[in-house]
């Protein structure tokens, strides 16, 4: 059998056992089994790394917990701008979404914009435009209400702070989020994506590296297939997932040389909290990060599920 392998992760940051509860931590094992297992099927039938990690992140998406579609963190206005980008390892295609609202699986809003317009990156009320015409599932902002993130809303109002999800909160129960998925197929073809809600109580549009291709997400047949979480800003200027490739093909590094290198060495010099996901052409798979802890996930054809939350697990 020809090898397969998917990765996903749910966001990094301070993430401690001693401020979780057990009932939370199996929620969140919960919603990260389900989300792998949508790729896994995909990838055991033989389907493609983009229709699994798309299958995979929507799951996230539609899952409250994490800070992606549903669940996504609030602006400085109250509402839900939503980030997300998808990359074809294969034919280097590339599609993305920023600071869109309302619609319920930005991911699959990327997917359509990388296979159905000439563009790489749709942005605001035009990529909306573009959802409308692609009939892309929009839901009311109802949907995209989850208490908890409104509550982080209002302590950063009152502290007048613009605050990563992954960010320790004081008082806050200090919900993570930010998801992606990396997979490599039976066809030997690598794929990644990711999808944020970016920070609490961001505005004027800010953008963070989630939809920017090579910040946030990269996939390359070449080398390897990233997805990103963390302090966006410095994933950006860090270039961080065009990074780790850029190490194996131009250095020859291997990928766990490489995500060393970019995760452990060169975020850390810039002060850039964060972590990712990676995978290579052989289904090697790197799941590195800087922080406390990532909600991550892995299964290969040959490897058991493995579930990870905290530091050393
Ligand atoms: N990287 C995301 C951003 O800066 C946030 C995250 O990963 O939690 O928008």
Redesign the pocket.
Known sequence: MQPFAIAIHG???TILKSTMTPEKETEYKQGLTAAITAGEEILRANGTSLAAVEAAIRSLENNPLF?AGRGAVFTHDGKNEL?ASIMDGKTLMAGAAAGVRNIKNPITLARTIMEKSEHVLLAGLGAMEFAEKMKIDFESDEYFFVQHRYDQLLQAHQTDSIT???TQQPSSTNK???VGCVALDVHGNLAAG?S????TN?RYG?????PMIGA?TYANNATCAVS??????F?IRSVVAYDVSCLMEYKGLTLKEACDTVVNKKLVALGGE?GLIAIDRYGNIELPYNSEGMYRAKITNHTPLYLGIYKDE
């Open positions: 966001g990094a940051g800070n980030d990563l999800d992954h993570k989020g930010t990711t944020t809600g970016g920070m961001k800010r953008v963070g590296d989630t946030g990103c979480t963390g302090h966006g800003e994933f964060g």
